[in-house]
């Protein structure tokens, strides 16, 4: 088994890039799942659905308006309101009676939730594979670091951010924010001081699931949609919120980089092995700080 | 407590008791001829299992029209999910509850190797119509198992045939991580090396299957600077190898080949997106062979399903008319006589006629080599420049597949 | 139910159903038998799990893993070498209680989600080990058509093996439970820090009881191969261990027959609701959630609170439960 080739700066830093890029449609699926974990304390398996819920309303908002880059744009902002939408109305009909109960029935409730979407989509989609086509200012790639960049990728790395900024405004600097945070500690204490605990829960899992499908929607261009997307991601996503701390969102951008990096980095290291880096990087972060990196709130 | 088990136990017997009465009813005299399907419905395959179940459908109206024997010839469908246990105890179920004459289905190699080693102990004829591996009818070949789809050691030879006159020298590899991408790229390599001894592996990437981020490999392989690649992929990693070469600009620049690479259920979704250039082999095209044979299949399933037949609907396509000619040829419902029948048999499929191979029970199938391009009519890519490989020329030998089988 | 000292009363129904499952194969078409055969597999599966999930509220979430060690322990000595059979047996769960040291050696220094999502990652690992090992483990294509001698070979003949092994394994089970180990383990479950209060060392008995269940769990890999005659690497991924968890909740994981039960409707549902429709999961997504907000113990759970109110304190210890975390 001969190694990767020589490895140069040109190539480490396009791989840098392109693992930065990837991090960031990691966080801010893993963010929402973080979120929803912490507010919440519910590992919800249906995450992965709803990302590709969104990946899939993206395509039909970008069918919708012919296949143009309006078309693009609006999918990227309609598409994570109808997941949201969609996480709403299970929250309201079904997953608010349930919050008393012990968490292993709420993973369970997610299970079934999980089982129901995929069959859902399957009905509304269809099986087909599906591709949404990015606007002409986001296609192709430019050259950087004397290697080629896909235009689409540094559009993440200028999104992710954004995307970070704003969940640390949302959290720290609005009042519905702090109040989720507050939740998160100690949620007793939120409901004593007259806190509808019940709405700020639904808001929680609301958010973490626009999260969810916001990914979707940004990396449908990228890849096919199909059926399946949501167990694709949804393990690894539960290995970077624990890694970064389960609850925390910051962890999940740490854990996010980690395991987009030492993807990245692998291919050029070892290209036949590439995907076990991650999961080692994991299981070696799990041993020396089981609790995960950053703080937890649990 | 007491009150529960007996609960418990008058349910237990009452069940039992229903089981035995539904069992022991006199059964119907005359019968249809029964077909089980085991295919996935569900999941990123469920393109495929869906196509060929319409092609299969198509087959059985021609079919029914007339009968077989003086019977009809039905269907039930069961979905394996892309499991293995679950496809097995649906093929159990199949043979032992519902006494299918045959089985046919599969996409997944995994499943159709699980199901052939049941059949083989229970002596119900099997037709793989989609699963690729080379080692159902190859080394794990045996009486019951039959293939009407491609295999990688046919495709592979195609592809190893076609690079071979090529002048590229140094190849890297990627691909799936599992066992059909091993498989492909392996006989690819093989026959390339073979045809063509100065050819040199610079290096292999393999990711996991269904990774939705193949830039970080393809820009890996691209500082590499390897003269051609060899993508061992299918169904959507296909379309996302597609869509990452494109982005890339690799499709530009270095020559790619990939099996699948022209299947119009990867290029229709690409749409305007698909890249150009990008050489394929593919067992079958709806607008490939401009035959009328090809063009009556196509019109009779585009007018049933709104949609041009795939290649899953071309093979189970042929298997419905290789059942159907077998029972007719057999002249009883006899899964023996039918096994004897079917070897060797000859049927006028779309894309000519089509032989089963005695030795192997492997369909002999032309391959098309094309390169993906954009033209007017259509508004997604098709293959063009498309060359026949004749079956016969790409089918590993049956000396090589008894010496394969002998291990 | 399982509450009390054994007395030959509360015996005998057990002993009916006993007998009742032993004339079974004769009378009942051969699908049927098999997919008894397949609940028995899955269910001695889910009762090795709640071993550790329900009586020591330990997160195993990917238990799948060690019933697939044991799978494949015996697939590759009967395939592979010439040993006797039996040995063969003995081994598949010997090595999948090494695997449950191994990796419950690293994850018993974590608690609960931690705890579930490190041996989740650990697993993944041997998954694709298993999953990428062409020459040794056959890769995703598996193994199949594995030797069974002949008194094993006939589908009632396993059926019969297959129950009373699971007997066995049922019996020692209780047997466990009912044992000082098994009382400290759910008093640890109960109050952890209480326990280690008063000197309970509950990492080593967390870790025995790891491999205990894993033991066990390698038993229903050798019964699946008996079964099944076939290996591959779906047995260890993690939707199946999913899977198994759910059964035990299901079935109700405070109760000692719950995952039986659990695994019995959950492999009947697969099966027939499948015949019925494609969208079976669906449809078993429906009924998990019609269970989960009308029968919250389990089935077994409701069970035994609609037969014993009294006997159940579980709504009080699911309070303590969440105090504790």
């Known amino acids: 088994m001969e190694l990767g080739q020589s490895i140069d700066l040109a190539s480490l830093g396009s791989q840098l890039l392109v693992g930065l890029s990837r991090a960031m449609i990691l966080f801010i699926v893993c ?77 369970l409730f997610t299970f079934a939730l999980m089982l129901i979407f995929g069959d859902l989509v399957k009905i509304i989609w269809g099986a087909e594979y599906r591709s949404v086509l990015a606007p002409s200012i986001l296609r192709g790639s430019i050259s950087i670091f004397g290697s080629s960049l896909p235009r689409y990728n540094l559009f993440l790395l200028i999104v992710g951010p ?60 990228t890849v096919s949609i199909s059926l399946g997307m949501d167990h694709d991601i949804i393990i690894e996503a539960f290995l970077i919120v624990t890694i970064g701390g389960l609850g925390n969102i910051w962890g999940a951008l740490v854990g996010s980089l980690i395991f987009g990096l030492t993807h990245s980095f692998g291919v050029l290291l070892w290209p036949q092995f590439a995907i076990v880096f991650p999961y080692a990087a994991v299981v070696i972060v799990l041993l020396l700080r089981p609790r995960g990196l950053l703080k937890s709130v649990w | 407590m007491k009150r529960g088990t007996i609960i ?58 007339e009968g077989v024997l003086g019977a009809k010839i039905e269907f039930t469908t069961r979905d394996t999910k892309f499991k293995v246990d679950i496809g097995l105890s649906m093929a159990k179920e199949l043979v032992m509850r519902e006494n299918v004459d045959v089985l046919v289905g599969t996409i997944s190699s995994g499943v159709a190797l699980a199901v052939s080693d049941y059949v083989r102990r229970e002596k119900v004829p099997f037709i793989v119509w989609i699963s690729k591996s080379e080692r159902i009818t190859g080394q794990k070949g045996h009486r ?41 790229a392996h006989a690819a390599w093989r026959n390339l090396a073979k045809l063509k001894p100065g050819v040199k592996k610079m290096g292999e990437s393999w990711w996991k299957v269904g990774e939705p981020d193949l830039i970080p490999y393809l820009t890996a392989i691209q500082a590499a600077k390897p003269d051609a690649v060899i993508f061992a992929t299918g169904g959507r990693s296909m379309a ?35 890249p150009e250039g990008v050489m394929g082999t593919m067992d079958y095209h709806f607008y490939y062979p401009d035959t009328p044979a090809n063009k009556a299949f196509v019109k009779a399933f585009q007018d049933a399903y709104g949609e041009p037949p795939g290649f899953p609907a071309f093979h189970a396509y042929m298997t419905g008319h290789f059942i159907a000619e077998a029972f007719k040829k057999a002249g009883a419902l006899d899964k023996e006589k039918f096994v004897d029948a079917l070897e060797g048999l000859k049927i006028d499929a779309p894309v000519g006629e089509v032989e089963m191979r005695a030795c192997d029970h492997q369909a002999v199938l032309p391959i098309f080599l094309g390169v993906t391009k954009k033209v007017p009519q259509y508004n997604f890519a098709i293959s063009s420049d498309i060359v026949t490989l004749s079956g016969k020329d790409v089918m590993p030998t049956c000396e090589e597949i008894k010496k394969a089988r002998g291990k | 139910m399982f509450r009390g000292t054994i007395d030959l009363k509360s015996l005998w129904p057990t002993g009916a159903i006993f007998i009742v499952l032993l004339i079974l194969p004769p009378i009942l078409p051969r699908f049927y038998t098999y997919i008894i055969a397949v609940i028995f597999v899955t269910s001695l599966l889910a009762m090795s799990l709640n071993l550790v999930l329900g009586h020591g509220m330990i997160f195993q979430f990917h238990h799948g893993v060690f019933y697939g060690v044991g799978a494949y322990t015996v697939a590759l000595i009967l395939t592979k070498t010439s040993l006797p059979m039996w040995i063969g047996f003995i ?92 009382s400290t383990l759910e008093a640890i479950r109960d109050n952890p820090q209480r326990c280690e209060a008063v000197g309970v060392n509950v990492r080593r008995h967390q870790l025995m009881a790891i491999v205990i269940a894993t033991f066990f769990a390698g038993i229903a890999g050798v019964l699946f191969v008996v079964l099944e005659g076939s290996v591959f690497p779906d047995l260890l991924f993690w939707v199946l261990s999913l899977e198994v968890c759910i059964m035990c909740l299901l079935g109700g994981w405070f109760t000692f027959a719950g995952p039986m039960v659990g695994a019995s409707i959950m492999v009947a549902l697969r099966t027939f609701v499948g ?51």
């Open chain 1, 162 to 221: 954004l995307v970070a900024i704003g969940l640390w405004f949302f959290t720290s600097k609005t009042k519905i924010g702090k109040i989720s945070r507050a939740a998160a500690v100690d949620r007793e204490m939120v409901g004593v001081i007259g806190i509808n605990v019940s709405w700020v829960f639904a808001g929680a899992f609301v958010l973490g699931c626009f999260l969810a499908g916001f990914g979707g929607a940004l990396v449908a261009p």
């Open chain 2, 8 to 65: 418990i136990i008058v349910v237990l017997i009452a069940i039992a008791a229903a089981f035995v009465y539904y069992f022991t009813r006199p059964p119907k005299i005359v019968r249809p001829i029964k077909v089980g399907i085991i295919d996935c419905y569900s999941g990123p395959p469920a393109v495929f299992g869906k196509d060929a179940l319409n092609g299969f459908k198509l087959a059985l109206a021609e079919i029914n029209k």
């Open chain 1, 31 to 107: 963010a929402g799942l973080s979120f929803v974990l912490g507010v919440l304390r519910v590992p919800n398996v249906a995450h992965g659905s709803l990302y590709m819920i969104g990946a899939f309303s993206a395509y039909s908002v970008f069918a919708l308006f012919g296949t143009s880059s309006t078309g693009f744009w609006l999918s990227l902002i309609l598409a994570p309101f109808v997941v949201a939408l969609v996480s709403l109305i299970a929250e309201r009909a079904l997953f608010c009676h349930l919050y008393q109960r012990e968490h292993l029935m709420l993973l």
């Open chain 2, 240 to 274: 996302n190898v597609l869509k990452a070469a494109k982005t890339t600009g690799m499709a530009g620049k270095i020559p790619i080949w990939i099996h699948t690479a022209t299947d119009h259920a990867v290029l229709k979704p690409l749409g305007p997106e698909a």
């Open chain 2, 144 to 184: 019951y198992v039959f293939s009407t789809g491609e295999n990688t050691a046919l495709a592979g030879k195609a592809g190893g045939v076609a690079l071979a006159q090529k002048p590229y020298v140094k190849y890297w590899i990627a691909g799936d991580d599992y066992s059909y991408g091993h498989d492909i």
């Open chain 3, 275 to 325: 015949i019925y429709t494609e969208y079976w999961t669906l449809v078993l997504g429906v009924i998990l959630i019609l269970l989960i907000f009308f029968l919250p113990e389990g089935v077994m759970g409701y069970f035994l609170e609609k037969v014993k109110p009294q006997a159940e304190e579980g709504a009080e210890r699911r309070s303590e439960l969440d105090v504790a975390s």
């Open chain 3, 91 to 182: 081994a598949g769960p010997i090595a999948a209680a090494m695997a449950g040291l191994l990796i419950g050696w690293f994850c018993v220094r974590l608690t609960r989600l931690y705890f579930g999502m490190l041996q989740i990652s650990l697993g993944s690992l041997i998954w694709a080990i298993v999953f990428r090992w062409y020459s040794f483990t056959g890769g995703d294509d598996g193994i199949h058509g594995i030797p069974m001698p002949p008194p094993l070979s006939s589908l009632n003949n396993a059926y019969y093996f297959i129950l009373i092994i699971l007997i066995i394994c049922l019996v020692v089970l209780y047997l466990i439970l009912k044992s000082p180990f098994g």
